[in-house]
């Protein structure tokens, strides 16, 4: 078994920033940041392989979204620039203990058997 905790949510002006964390409980090879808004399907936005640092991201986040790790501390970040009014969703993180979570994000599927509770974020026009 995998708990995760995300926090750093809240509300915030377009063009704003904010930074999520995720702790989990123990380490996976994978971890997720997924998004969705009231009336949409969840999304992911955001993808890290823990043994290699490499990252996958949406088209929508790609070059304001950053995803990063501190493994002392088993925790993933997911820093989030020049925030937009469609960024408003509640997001969550996810564990896979293999890789292929990761690499199937870019596909939509979505592989991952642990999330956490979720942290809500918005984004005012």
């Known amino acids: 078994q995998v708990q995760l905790v995300e926090s750093g949510g809240g509300s915030v002006q377009a063009g704003g920033s904010l930074r999520l964390s995720c702790v989990a409980s123990?380490?996976?090879?994978?971890i997720g940041w997924f998004r969705q808004a009231p009336g949409k399907e969840r999304e992911g936005v955001a993808g890290?392989?823990?043994?290699?640092?490499?990252?996958w991201y949406a088209d929508s986040v790609s070059g304001r979204f950053t995803i990063s790790q501190d493994n002392p501390k088993n925790t993933v970040y997911l820093q989030m620039d020049s925030l937009k009014p469609e960024d408003t969703a509640m997001y969550y993180c996810?564990?896979?203990?293999?890789?292929?979570?990761?690499?199937?994000?870019?596909?939509?599927?979505?592989?991952?058997?642990?999330w956490g509770q979720g942290t809500q974020v918005t984004v005012s026009a």
């Open positions: 123990r380490y996976t090879n994978c």
């Open positions: 890290i392989w823990r043994n290699t640092d490499a990252t």
């Open positions: 996810a564990a896979a203990f293999f890789t292929d979570a990761c690499a199937t994000m870019s596909q939509g599927k979505n592989l991952f058997g642990y």
